[in-house]
C-alpha cells in the first residue's frame, strides 16, 4: 500500500552509498519542504525528466525547497556504482543521492516505481506523491502550491 498524504517524512536509513553528501545531515530536512526523487540509471523516463528535475532544485531552492536524490535500483546492471556517478555528472546532480541498492529507503517510502517523487511539507508530512511521466507533469503545479508560489 503506497504511503497516504499526511504521513511523516520516513527515515532515509539504509542508503549503501551517498554521493553529493558531505556534510549532509537528514535532520537538515527538519522545517523546510522536501522533495524526495527516486530514480535509475537504466530509466528511460528518469533520463528524461532529469534535466527539469534538476531546474525545479535550482529554481525552488531560494524558496527553502530542499532535494534529496534515491537512486532505486530495477536491475542488477543498476547497482553498478559507475553509472550512478556518470548519470550524477551528465545530469548535473548536486543534491544528495542515496544508493539504495538493498531497497532500504524505498522500502520506508512504500515505493516501487521510477521515476517517483514525494513531496513533504515543512512539518515533514507528505504533501503530494506521483509517479511515471504523467505523474511529473503535476509535480511543478503542487510545488508551487506548497511554497505559496502564484502559478502562471
Known sequence: MPMRLGSP????DGATEWF?????????????????HFWAVSCHICHEVM????????TYKPYGLQF???HMPKQESDTDLEKVKQDIAEYGITQPVAVDNLHQVTDQFQNQFVPAFFLFDK???LFFRAAGD????NLKPKIESLLGIKQS
Open 51 to 58: 534535466p527539469e528535475v534538476v531546474a525545479y532544485r535550482d
Open 9 to 12: 517524512l520516513p527515515p532515509l
Open 134 to 137: 504523467k505523474g511529473f507533469q
Open 123 to 125: 512539518e515533514g508530512k
Open 20 to 36: 553529493n553528501a558531505q556534510g549532509f545531515d537528514p535532520a537538515q530536512l527538519q522545517n523546510h519542504p522536501v522533495l524526495v
Open 68 to 70: 534529496v536524490g534515491v
